[in-house]
C-alpha cells in the first residue's frame, strides 16, 4: 500500500528551526513503522537520522511520537497506525532536547534513573554454602512487572508533568525504584523513598496514565507509581 | 587535533560480555567502556530463554554433562579445555549474577528455577534435562539490566554513543582504539595498556536474521584490516524458529516448555528424524531437517516455512506421548512465555495459544570470530602467538567454546564467563605494562581516512541498495545449505559490491549524528567478513555443525577436524589449527 510519511526534521548544522517534510512510499500494511523510515533512509535521503537497533521491541532505542502518541517504532505497525494513502506523523519524542531530526539527548533521561539507586543493596553476607539467596515464588512474583523495563523513556517523555517540569524524576525513574523497593532482596527502599519524596519525585505525578498507555512493554505504569506513593503514605512496603 | 584520553584498560561494546569485563576490570585498574549504543540497548538484552548452568535446583546434574553436550552439540569442533571452563565456572557466574540481583524465576523452594532447552541433556538417560536458568523468556534482559544497574552502583567510566573506527595496534601491541563520538562527529583517540573488545556478532549480512541492526562486526572486520586473523568463519547457526520473512526469534524455551514442529501434513516430523530428543535436538539439526520438509514438499501449504506449535492442549498431548507427567495451561505459557507469545501476536497477528505460528530458520550467531585462548587473549596467528594489550570475549571472541554449533543459552555462559575472565587478566595486564608510546598527532588518522573517503566520495552507488543485495545473496548462497558452486558465485557477487562499494556516495555530509556515514562504513565491514565467510565455508569440504555442505555432505575428520584461520591482507588466506581434544573422542552424532 502507499503512504505518506510526514516526519519532524532538524539539522543543527544546517537549519535554525525543526521543519515539516513528507516522503510517499510503497510499504507493506504489516511493516514496522521503522521500516518505512528506513526505507526512506536507504532509498530516498539518508540525512534522516532516528536512533534503532533490535526492531523488536527490546532495545528500546526507537521511542518516537507517533502520531501524537509515544510509542516504539519498530512495534508499530504500518496497519495499525495508518489507512491505504494515509499519512504518519512522526515526530521526536517530547520533553528532551532534539538533537537531530528524532534523536533527543537521553542524557537527563538516565540522569534520573540514576538518581533512584536502581541496582540491588543488601550488605547482608552472602549464603555461606556459596550458592543463590532464596526468595519465594510470590517475593519474586510482587516486582515482576517493572522488571520488565527497557528504559525506551516512552512513558517519561508522554507525562505532562515532566513537560512542564525536566527536573521531574519522571514514570520510568520511579518504575527502576519500584522494581527495587518491592524486591524482598533489597534493603534500601528507605534511601529510595527519600529521594521520590523530593519536591520532584513521586508526588508530581497526576495520574494521568499516559505512561502506562505508552508503555511498549505493557507496564501498569500508574499503579506502580501509586504503590510506591501509598509506601510513602504508609510507611509499609508490601 | 582529535581529542586525547589516557586509560589503563578500554573496554570496546557495552553488552554482557562487555560490561561483565568492565565490573571487573574497574575494581582493579582505571576504566573506560566505550560503546555505539547505550549500554542497555545491547543485543544481550534480547536474549530470551535462559542461561545453563549445572546447578541440579530440579534434577541431578553435573558440569560434566554440561560440558559433554556442548561438545556434542559443537560437533566435536570445540576445544574442550575452554568448554571445560566455561561448564565448570558457568555455576559460579550464575550464582554471582542472583548475588548482583538479577531476578531469576524461582522453585517451590526458592531456588533458581530451570527448564529443558534444545540439546542440554542428563547423560546416563540421554533425556532432556532441566539446566536452563531463566527469567520469564527476558532472561537476557534481565542479564543486561543487572550487568548495566552493578556499573552505576560502582560508578564505572562510560562512553556512550561513541563509535570506535580502528584499533591502535602496533609490532604486535595494541595501545588503544580510535573513535567517532556520535553527538559531535569528532575523533578520539582512547590510548590504553589494555584494549578488550566485547562488540557481539555480525549477522546483519544476512536479510533474515534475529540479529539488531547495530550488529554489524565493526571490531572482526577491523582485526582484518590491521593484517590479523579470525577464526571458523563459515559456522554461522541458523535458529530454526525466527518469526516468518522477519527473523525475530522465538525462543527454544518454547520447546523447552514444550513446544514443538508440524510440517503441512500436521505431522511432528523431528520424532521421525532424531527420536530421543526430538524437538529439542540442537539448532543446526533442526534447521537443516526444517528445509529439508520444505525442499520435499511439506511446508505449509508447500511453501518455505512450518509451523512450531505450542497451543496447550497440543502440548500436553506430546507430554504424554513423550511420557512426561508434566501439564500446563494457557496461564503458565503466559507467565513462562510472555515476550515470544506477545511477538507472535504483533509481527505474525497470531496467537499462539490458539493456533499454530509460522516459523522459518533465522541467522543467529556467530560461532566463528577474534581467535583468544582461555584467558581472552587475542591470538596473532594459527600458532597461538598473543597480541599483546589485546583481549575479546563474547560473541566476538571464537576462544573456541561452540565449535561448529552453539548449544543455546550458552552464549550468554560463554559472555558472563569470559567477559569476567578477560576482564581480570587485562587488569592483571596492565598493573604490570607500561603505557606504549604513540603518535598523539597521527594516530586517529587511519581511521579518520576510511570515513573521510566515504563521506567525500562522489559516487552514484546507494550504500542501501547494495546491503540489500549482499543480504539477498547471503541468505541464497550462504545459508543453512551450501555449495561450492553457490560460493564461488557468492564470492564473484561480494567482489562486485565490494567494487560498487568504492563508488558510492552518501547523502548526509555533515558532522553531528551522521549516521549515513557510519551506516555505509559499518557496510562495509559486512562487505569484508561475507567474503572471509564465503571463502571459509568453500575451503571446508566437509558438512559440520552450523555449516552444511551438500557437495561433501558429511563429517569428515580425517581432513577437517581443525579450526580455520582466515586472514585478508589484499587476498584472502586461510590456515588451520588443531581442535584441543581432551576427554572426549569424536563420535557420531545422534539424538
Same mark, same amino acid.
Given at each position: 500500500?502507499?503512504?505518506?510519511?510526514?516526519?519532524?526534521?532538524? /539539522?543543527?548544522?544546517?537549519?535554525?528551526?525543526?521543519?515539516?517534510?513528507?516522503?510517499?512510499?510503497?510499504?507493506?500494511?504489516?511493516?514496522?513503522?521503522?521500516?518505512?523510515?528506513?526505507?526512506?533512509?536507504?532509498?530516498?535521503?539518508?540525512?534522516?537520522?532516528?536512533?534503532?537497533?533490535?526492531?523488536?521491541?527490546?532495545?528500546?532505542?526507537?521511542?518516537?511520537?507517533?502520531?501524537?502518541?509515544?510509542?516504539?517504532?519498530?512495534?508499530?505497525?504500518?496497519?495499525?497506525?495508518?489507512?491505504?494513502?494515509?499519512?504518519?506523523?512522526?515526530?521526536?519524542?517530547?520533553?528532551?532536547?532534539?538533537?537531530? $531530526?528524532?534523536?533527543?539527548?537521553?542524557?537527563?533521561?538516565?540522569?534520573?534513573?540514576?538518581?533512584?539507586?536502581?541496582?540491588?543493596? /543488601?550488605?547482608?553476607?552472602?549464603?555461606?554454602?556459596? =550458592?543463590?539467596?532464596?526468595?519465594?515464588?510470590?517475593?519474586?512474583? =510482587?516486582?515482576?512487572?517493572?522488571?520488565?523495563?527497557?528504559?525506551?523513556?516512552?512513558?517519561?517523555?508522554?507525562?505532562?508533568?515532566?513537560?512542564?517540569?525536566?527536573?521531574?524524576?519522571?514514570?520510568?525513574?520511579? %518504575?527502576?525504584?519500584?522494581?527495587?523497593?518491592?524486591?524482598?532482596?533489597?534493603?534500601?527502599?528507605?534511601?529510595?523513598?527519600?529521594?521520590?519524596?523530593?519536591?520532584?519525585? %513521586?508526588?508530581?505525578?497526576?495520574?494521568?496514565?499516559?505512561?502506562?498507555?505508552?508503555?511498549?512493554?505493557?507496564?501498569?505504569?500508574?499503579?506502580?507509581?501509586?504503590?510506591?506513593?501509598?509506601?510513602?503514605?504508609?510507611?509499609? &512496603?508490601? | 587535533?582529535?581529542?586525547?584520553?589516557?586509560?589503563?584498560?578500554?573496554?570496546?561494546?557495552?553488552?554482557?560480555?562487555?560490561?561483565?569485563?568492565?565490573?571487573?576490570?574497574?575494581?582493579?585498574?582505571?576504566?573506560?567502556?566505550?560503546?555505539?549504543?547505550?549500554?542497555?540497548?545491547?543485543?544481550?538484552?534480547?536474549?530470551?530463554?535462559?542461561?545453563?548452568?549445572?546447578?541440579?535446583?530440579?534434577?541431578?546434574?553435573?558440569?560434566?554433562?554440561?560440558?559433554?553436550?556442548?561438545?556434542?552439540?559443537?560437533?566435536?569442533?570445540?576445544?574442550? $579445555?575452554?568448554?571445560?571452563?566455561?561448564?565448570?565456572?558457568?555455576?559460579?557466574?550464575?550464582?554471582?549474577?542472583?548475588?548482583?540481583?538479577?531476578?531469576?524465576?524461582?522453585?517451590?523452594?526458592?531456588?533458581?528455577?530451570?527448564?529443558?532447552?534444545?540439546?542440554?541433556? /542428563?547423560?546416563?538417560?540421554?533425556?532432556?534435562?532441566?539446566?536452563?536458568?531463566?527469567?520469564?523468556?527476558?532472561?537476557?534482559?534481565?542479564?543486561?539490566?543487572?550487568?548495566?544497574?552493578?556499573? &552505576?552502583?560502582?560508578?564505572?567510566?562510560?562512553?556512550?554513543?561513541?563509535?570506535?573506527?580502528?584499533?591502535?595496534?602496533?609490532?604486535?601491541?595494541?595501545?588503544?582504539?580510535?573513535?567517532?563520538?556520535?553527538?559531535?562527529?569528532?575523533?578520539?583517540?582512547?590510548?590504553?595498556?589494555?584494549?578488550?573488545?566485547?562488540?557481539?556478532?555480525?549477522?546483519?549480512?544476512?536479510?533474515?536474521?534475529?540479529?539488531?541492526?547495530?550488529?554489524?562486526?565493526?571490531?572482526?572486520?577491523?582485526?582484518?584490516?590491521?593484517?590479523?586473523?579470525?577464526?571458523?568463519?563459515?559456522?554461522?547457526?541458523?535458529?530454526?524458529?525466527?518469526?516468518?520473512?522477519?527473523?525475530?526469534?522465538?525462543?527454544?524455551?518454547?520447546?523447552?516448555?514444550?513446544?514443538?514442529?508440524?510440517?503441512?501434513?500436521?505431522?511432528?516430523?523431528?520424532?521421525?528424524?532424531?527420536?530421543?530428543?526430538?524437538?529439542?535436538?540442537?539448532?543446526?539439526?533442526?534447521?537443516?531437517?526444517?528445509?529439508?520438509?520444505?525442499?520435499?514438499?511439506?511446508?505449509?501449504?508447500?511453501?518455505?516455512?512450518?509451523?512450531?506449535?505450542? =497451543?496447550?492442549?497440543?502440548?500436553?498431548?506430546?507430554?504424554?506421548?513423550?511420557?512426561?507427567?508434566?501439564? &500446563?495451561?494457557?496461564?503458565?505459557?503466559?507467565?513462562?512465555?510472555?515476550?515470544?507469545?506477545?511477538?507472535?501476536?504483533?509481527?505474525?497477528?497470531?496467537?499462539?495459544?490458539?493456533?499454530?505460528?509460522?516459523?522459518?530458520?533465522?541467522?543467529?550467531?556467530?560461532?566463528?570470530?577474534?581467535?583468544?585462548?582461555?584467558?581472552?587473549?587475542?591470538?596473532?596467528?594459527?600458532?597461538?602467538?598473543?597480541?599483546?594489550?589485546?583481549?575479546?570475549?563474547?560473541?566476538?571472541?571464537?576462544?573456541?567454546?561452540?565449535?561448529?554449533?552453539?548449544?543455546?543459552?550458552?552464549?550468554? %555462559?560463554?559472555?558472563?564467563?569470559?567477559?569476567?575472565?578477560?576482564?581480570?587478566?587485562?587488569?592483571?595486564?596492565?598493573?604490570?605494562?607500561?603505557?606504549?608510546?604513540?603518535?598523539?598527532?597521527?594516530?586517529?588518522?587511519?581511521?579518520?581516512?576510511?570515513?573521510?573517503?566515504?563521506?567525500?566520495?562522489?559516487?552514484?552507488?546507494?550504500?542501501?541498495?547494495?546491503?540489500?543485495?549482499?543480504?539477498?545473496?547471503?541468505?541464497?548462497?550462504?545459508?543453512?545449505?551450501?555449495?561450492?558452486?553457490?560460493?564461488?558465485?557468492?564470492?564473484?557477487?561480494?567482489?562486485?559490491?565490494?567494487?560498487?562499494?568504492?563508488?558510492?556516495?552518501?547523502?548526509?555530509?555533515?558532522?553531528?549524528?551522521?549516521?549515513?556515514?557510519?551506516?555505509?562504513?559499518?557496510?562495509?565491514?559486512?562487505?569484508?567478513?561475507?567474503?572471509?565467510?564465503?571463502?571459509?565455508?568453500?575451503?571446508?569440504?566437509?558438512?559440520?555443525?552450523?555449516?552444511?555442505?551438500?557437495?561433501?555432505?558429511?563429517?569428515?575428520?580425517?581432513?577437517?577436524?581443525?579450526?580455520?584461520?582466515?586472514?585478508?591482507?589484499?587476498? %584472502?588466506?586461510?590456515?588451520?589449527?588443531?581442535?584441543?581434544?581432551?576427554? &572426549?573422542?569424536?563420535?557420531?552424532?545422534?539424538?
Amino acid at each position: 500500500m502507499k503512504i505518506t510519511l510526514k516526519l519532524k526534521r532538524f /539539522n543543527p548544522e544546517t537549519d535554525k528551526k525543526p521543519y515539516w517534510k513528507e516522503y510517499s512510499l510503497e510499504v507493506d500494511p504489516t511493516d514496522r513503522v521503522l521500516d518505512a523510515l528506513q526505507e526512506i533512509k536507504w532509498s530516498q535521503d539518508g540525512t534522516l537520522t532516528l536512533r534503532r537497533s533490535c526492531a523488536h521491541g527490546i532495545c528500546g532505542s526507537d521511542a518516537m511520537r507517533i502520531n501524537g502518541r509515544n510509542m516504539l517504532a519498530c512495534k508499530a505497525l504500518i496497519q495499525d497506525v495508518s489507512e491505504e494513502g494515509g499519512t504518519i506523523t512522526i515526530e521526536p519524542i517530547l520533553g528532551l532536547p532534539v538533537m537531530k $531530526d528524532m534523536v533527543v539527548d537521553m542524557e537527563p533521561f538516565f540522569a534520573h534513573y540514576r538518581e533512584v539507586m536502581p541496582y540491588l543493596v /543488601n550488605n547482608d553476607p552472602l549464603p555461606t554454602n556459596g =550458592r543463590e539467596r532464596l526468595q519465594s515464588v510470590a517475593d519474586r512474583e =510482587r516486582f515482576d512487572d517493572t522488571t520488565k523495563c527497557i528504559l525506551c523513556a516512552a512513558c517519561t517523555t508522554s507525562c505532562p508533568s515532566f513537560w512542564a517540569r525536566g527536573e521531574y524524576v519522571g514514570p520510568a525513574a520511579i %518504575v527502576q525504584a519500584h522494581r527495587f523497593i518491592f524486591d524482598s532482596r533489597d534493603q534500601a527502599a528507605q534511601e529510595r523513598l527519600e529521594v521520590l519524596s523530593e519536591p520532584d519525585g %513521586v508526588w508530581r505525578c497526576r495520574t494521568v496514565f499516559n505512561c502506562t498507555e505508552a508503555c511498549p512493554r505493557g507496564i501498569q505504569v500508574t499503579k506502580a507509581i501509586g504503590e510506591v506513593k501509598d509506601a510513602l503514605r504508609t510507611g509499609v &512496603i508490601e | 587535533m582529535p581529542q586525547y584520553h589516557q586509560f589503563d584498560a578500554l573496554i570496546v561494546g557495552a553488552g554482557g560480555a562487555g560490561l561483565m569485563a568492565a565490573l571487573h576490570a574497574s575494581k582493579r585498574c582505571k576504566t573506560a567502556v566505550i560503546s555505539k549504543l547505550y549500554p542497555t540497548r545491547s543485543h544481550t538484552g534480547t536474549a530470551q530463554g535462559g542461561i545453563s548452568a549445572a546447578l541440579g535446583n530440579l534434577e541431578e546434574d553435573k558440569w560434566e554433562w554440561h560440558a559433554y553436550d556442548t561438545i556434542k552439540g559443537g560437533d566435536f569442533l570445540n576445544d574442550q $579445555d575452554a568448554v571445560d571452563i566455561m561448564c565448570r565456572e558457568a555455576i559460579d557466574a550464575v550464582i554471582d549474577l542472583e548475588h548482583m540481583g538479577l531476578p531469576f524465576d524461582r522453585t517451590p523452594e526458592g531456588k533458581i528455577s530451570q527448564r529443558r532447552f534444545g540439546g542440554h541433556t /542428563n547423560n546416563d538417560t540421554h533425556k532432556a534435562v532441566m539446566r536452563a536458568c531463566h527469567a520469564a523468556d527476558r532472561t537476557g534482559h534481565m542479564i543486561l539490566q543487572t550487568l548495566y544497574q552493578n556499573c &552505576i552502583k560502582q560508578n564505572v567510566t562510560f562512553f556512550d554513543e561513541f563509535q570506535v573506527v580502528d584499533l591502535m595496534v602496533e609490532a604486535g601491541k595494541c595501545n588503544g582504539v580510535v573513535a567517532v563520538e556520535l553527538k559531535t562527529g569528532e575523533h578520539h583517540v582512547f590510548h590504553s595498556k589494555g584494549t578488550l573488545l566485547a562488540t557481539g556478532g555480525f549477522g546483519k549480512m544476512w536479510k533474515v536474521t534475529s540479529n539488531a541492526h547495530s550488529l554489524t562486526g565493526d571490531m572482526p572486520a577491523t582485526i582484518l584490516r590491521r593484517g590479523l586473523p579470525l577464526e571458523d568463519m563459515e559456522f554461522f547457526q541458523f535458529h530454526p524458529t525466527g518469526v516468518y520473512k522477519l527473523g525475530i526469534l522465538l525462543s527454544e524455551a518454547a520447546r523447552g516448555e514444550g513446544a514443538v514442529f508440524l510440517n503441512d501434513k500436521g505431522e511432528r516430523f523431528m520424532a521421525r528424524y532424531m527420536p530421543t530428543l526430538k524437538d529439542l535436538a540442537p539448532r543446526d539439526i533442526c534447521s537443516r531437517y526444517i528445509f529439508q520438509e520444505i525442499r520435499e514438499g511439506r511446508g505449509i501449504n508447500g511453501k518455505d516455512y512450518v509451523y512450531l506449535d505450542f =497451543r496447550p492442549e497440543e502440548i500436553n498431548k506430546h507430554l504424554e506421548e513423550d511420557g512426561n507427567p508434566k501439564r &500446563i495451561d494457557a496461564h503458565y505459557l503466559e507467565t513462562k512465555l510472555p515476550d515470544i507469545i506477545e511477538f507472535a501476536r504483533v509481527y505474525q497477528g497470531v496467537d499462539p495459544i490458539k493456533e499454530p505460528v509460522p516459523i522459518q530458520p533465522t541467522a543467529h550467531y556467530a560461532m566463528g570470530g577474534i581467535p583468544t585462548n582461555n584467558d581472552a587473549e587475542v591470538l596473532a596467528d594459527e600458532t597461538g602467538r598473543v597480541i599483546e594489550g589485546l583481549y575479546a570475549a563474547g560473541e566476538v571472541a571464537c576462544v573456541s567454546v561452540h565449535g561448529a554449533n552453539r548449544l543455546g543459552t550458552n552464549s550468554l %555462559v560463554d559472555l558472563v564467563v569470559f567477559g569476567k575472565r578477560g576482564g581480570i587478566k587485562m587488569a592483571d595486564y596492565v598493573n604490570g605494562a607500561s603505557l606504549r608510546e604513540i603518535n598523539k598527532g597521527d594516530a586517529h588518522k587511519a581511521g579518520e581516512a576510511q570515513l573521510e573517503r566515504i563521506r567525500n566520495n562522489n559516487g552514484t552507488e546507494r550504500p542501501g541498495a547494495i546491503r540489500k543485495e549482499l543480504q539477498k545473496m547471503m541468505d541464497a548462497d550462504v545459508g543453512v545449505y551450501r555449495t561450492g558452486t553457490g560460493l564461488e558465485e557468492a564470492i564473484d557477487k561480494i567482489k562486485e559490491l565490494q567494487a560498487r562499494f568504492a563508488k558510492i556516495k552518501i547523502d548526509d555530509k555533515g558532522f553531528k549524528w551522521n549516521t549515513d556515514l557510519t551506516e555505509a562504513w559499518e557496510l562495509g565491514c559486512l562487505l569484508d567478513l561475507a567474503e572471509v565467510t564465503a571463502f571459509s565455508a568453500l575451503w571446508r569440504c566437509e558438512s559440520r555443525g552450523g555449516h552444511f555442505r551438500e557437495d561433501f555432505p558429511t563429517r569428515d575428520d580425517m581432513n577437517f577436524l581443525k579450526h580455520s584461520i582466515v586472514w585478508k591482507n589484499g587476498k %584472502v588466506e586461510i590456515k588451520d589449527k588443531p581442535v584441543r581434544i581432551t576427554r &572426549i573422542q569424536p563420535q557420531e552424532r545422534k539424538y
